[in-house]
């Protein structure tokens, strides 16, 4: 048994088989007359760039690997462009390879058509190891293709990473230009292993500033190589391919800042970043049986650890999280026999786990635990169950999401809890419960100053993509924001028309004092008392906390989409034909999430949502208005220019925040509010009785 690692890497002079010149073309790989593996299409381009990894098991090395390119024509028979053969005989083992395939047609042998960019890595595989990606091993034409090959690629992994790679991208200098006024629109594309990353978008530039950081996770201790490309932005067309370079990290020193400029091959200028390795042992599994958060002094330790008296030593580190994946109950049955093979994926930002299988099974008991350091106090701990197939793509069976600030306010001692399993999206129950133990200890003081931090990306996120009823969704939202805003200035001019004359004589009393006394610290102060306010009406039982039952309504409406879109999967692809047009929409209902998102936050910020960010915003509030009391608005004036000035002399390459609307992304928006709350299971029926509710 031998396993083949195979990088799609690019495309060059493909045949044209459009009538505008060019093709939309993608690639198939085939072994022993199955199909193995399906890259994406790239649209409208004759040199494509893929950069896309595959994992092919092999047991017989005379049998070649076949390549074979296709034009996608929508509604139509795909036209073939070129075909391939890989002699896998000829392939040296343990050392990766280079391969320039050219493509031919049996048909037309000489014709040219192109040629396809490998790089390959055959391995002797261990028997055990086959056998367990062998069940992983499911298709990539389904929807959940990218993260199953992901998951398979995290077992292959051992599950376990070994340290945190830090890529600071600072700028880029001389770039190509590659739109008619004579600059490009760039943005930057990083990729370490299963790991994807891409950065803002500078436009009108060949001399981009980005200042952005990038966290990868070390899943080997030689390091790996960082591949990373750079793309100009072309709205309505295929983004323009600029450059691209790579980083061995294997050739750079752990626990120390390494400043690279790198430059660009296939292209012009170069790249200029910081990149810092450091060894780490965040993440580990182990059997119930053999670890226990309760052992006393171990806890000890860790309360120490994250005591008050530590808040300013290591200040990355936040927390620590705890969770025991105990086991569920009444499963979805996603086989023909009745029952599942279920297995349990549990995710906290970028750090993902698995348990093993438990095959056959509707009650299965896995006894796991998972532990993670936390960085950021505001991130939420998601553990969703599959049923393993051997043939096919992983079932989904359900899916639970837990802010770790509600683990750590609503769960005492870890003690153990049923939950009820929720949908893909999050918006409604399906068939089963699952039991968890979780415990969080973190530091208060480290966890606010992370707060004021920018958030961490995640790496692993379902692709932008138009959906009608997701945009009425966002357009709903936002206009209720606006509504909201149009209500308070007719309350206000309504003052001024006398239409309620006590309410109108209390505003005028109520104008003269505010104005005869007007000081600058007044407008925190006032920010402060709506918060108080707030809060009294909580603490006396009349909560004023509205989340628009639109936003459940539309989300259950969009999940019945989604099934009706996996169903016809055909009709959807009429998108690809009007590629320009979607990427405008999708772009709009983007912006109308970020708006709604952005009033929905200051809201939620008011409406004491998340207490420990209310409490934080006080905190912040009254020392704003102490401040603005005692010292001069001058000298604070005077302060923050000087800082702004000397920024970039005292430290050239710090990355810039605005630590508002960091805080402002720790606040969840309607739609988080709703996808986080816990179901409460039905006393009085059963799981086994629980009807199911559109199942994925």
Aim: net charge negative; with cysteine; hydrophobic share 40%.
């Amino acid at each position: 048994m031998y396993q083949l690692d195979v990088t799609l890497r690019r495309g060059q002079n493909l045949a044209a088989r459009d009538r505008g010149g060019t093709s939309d073309p993608y690639v198939k790989f085939k072994l022993g007359g199955k199909e193995v593996f399906r890259s994406k299409t790239v649209h409208k381009n004759l040199n494509p760039v893929w950069e896309e990894k595959a994992y092919i098991l092999i047991d017989n090395l005379r049998e070649p690997l076949y390549i074979k390119v296709f034009d996608y024509d929508f509604g139509l028979q795909d036209d073939f462009i070129g075909s391939a053969f890989l002699d896998l005989t000829s392939l040296e083992l343990n050392r990766q390879t280079d391969v320039t395939l050219s493509l031919k047609d049996p048909h037309y042998p000489d014709h040219d058509l192109g040629s396809i960019f490998l790089s390959v890595l055959l391995a002797p595989g261990d028997q055990q190891e086959a056998t367990m990606l062998m069940r992983k091993s499911w298709k990539r034409s389904s929807k959940f293709q990218t993260q199953s090959l992901r998951l398979s690629d995290l077992h292959r992994k051992s599950q376990l990473w070994r340290g945190i790679v830090s890529v600071t991208l600072i700028e880029g200098r001389d770039l190509k230009a590659m739109d008619a006024n004579g600059l490009s629109d760039p943005y930057v594309k990083f990729r370490l292993g299963h790991q994807k990353y891409k950065s803002k978008i500078v436009p009108k530039t060949l001399n981009p500033q980005w200042r952005e950081q990038f966290d990868f996770h070390l899943y080997e201790e030689r390091g790996g190589i960082i591949d990373i490309t750079v793309w100009d932005k072309d709205v309505g067309k295929k983004d323009d391919f600029i450059g691209r370079c790579q980083i061995d990290l294997s050739t750079l020193s752990k626990e120390q800042t390494h400043k690279l400029e790198v430059p660009l091959e296939e292209g012009e200028g170069y790249l200029v970043l910081l990149v810092t390795l450091t060894a780490s042992a965040a993440v580990t599994i182990s059997d119930l049986s053999i670890n226990s958060l309760e052992d006393q002094k171990e806890r000890e330790a860790i309360l120490k650890r994250y005591s008050p008296m530590m808040m300013f030593h290591n200040i990355s580190d936040v927390g620590f999280l705890q969770v025991k994946v105990i086991r569920a109950e009444a499963l979805m049955a996603a086989d023909v026999t009745g029952k599942s093979d279920p297995f349990c994926v549990v995710e906290l930002n970028n750090d993902r786990l698995l348990t093993h299988t438990v095959y056959r099974n509707l009650n299965p008991e896995w006894n796991k635990i998972f532990t993670f350091n936390i960085k950021d106090i505001h991130s939420v701990l998601e553990v969703t169950v599959y049923d393993e197939d051997r043939d096919r793509s992983a079932d989904f069976l359900g899916k639970v999401a837990i802010p770790l600030l509600c683990s750590s306010e609503s769960i005492q001692n870890g003690e153990q809890k049923a939950y009820v399993l929720k949908n893909k999206q999050l918006t409604g129950p399906t068939k089963g419960v699952i039991y968890l133990e979780i415990d969080v200890i973190f530091n208060a003081v480290k966890a606010s100053i992370r707060t004021l931090m920018p958030k961490e990306q995640k790496y692993i996120e379902e692709e932008d993509r138009l959906s009608k009823q997701l945009l009425l969704r966002n357009f709903i939202r936002m206009k209720h924001c606006i509504m909201a805003l149009v209500t308070a200035v007719c309350y206000i001019s309504s003052c001024f028309d006398w239409d309620s004359p006590p309410r109108s004589l209390a505003a005028f009393l109520l104008f003269l004092f505010v104005v005869w006394n007007f000081e600058l610290y007044m407008i925190p102060l006032a920010l402060l008392l709506l918060l108080a306010w707030n809060y009294f009406l909580i603490v006396s039982g009349k909560d004023n906390r509205q989340h628009d039952t639109v936003v459940e309504d539309m989300l259950e409406d969009e999940e019945e989409e989604d099934d009706r879109d996996d169903k016809d999967s055909e009709k959807k692809g009429f998108m690809n034909r009007l590629y320009a047009i979607q990427e405008v929409c999708v772009t709009v209902q983007n912006i109308l999430d970020e708006i709604a998102s952005f009033g929905e936050r200051i809201k939620n910020t008011f409406n004491w949502t998340v207490p420990f960010l209310s409490w934080l915003a006080i905190v912040a509030l009254s020392v704003f208005t102490v401040i603005l009391y005692f010292i001069p608005l001058r000298y604070i004036v005077l302060v923050w220019g000087i800082n702004k000035f000397t920024k970039k002399i005292r430290n050239p390459y710090a990355i810039d925040n605005n630590e508002l609307l960091d805080f402002l992304s720790r606040v969840p928006s309607d739609v988080q509010v709703m996808q986080y709350h816990e179901l409460k299971q039905d006393p009085t029926h059963s799981p086994s009785k629980r009807k199911k509710n559109n199942p994925a």
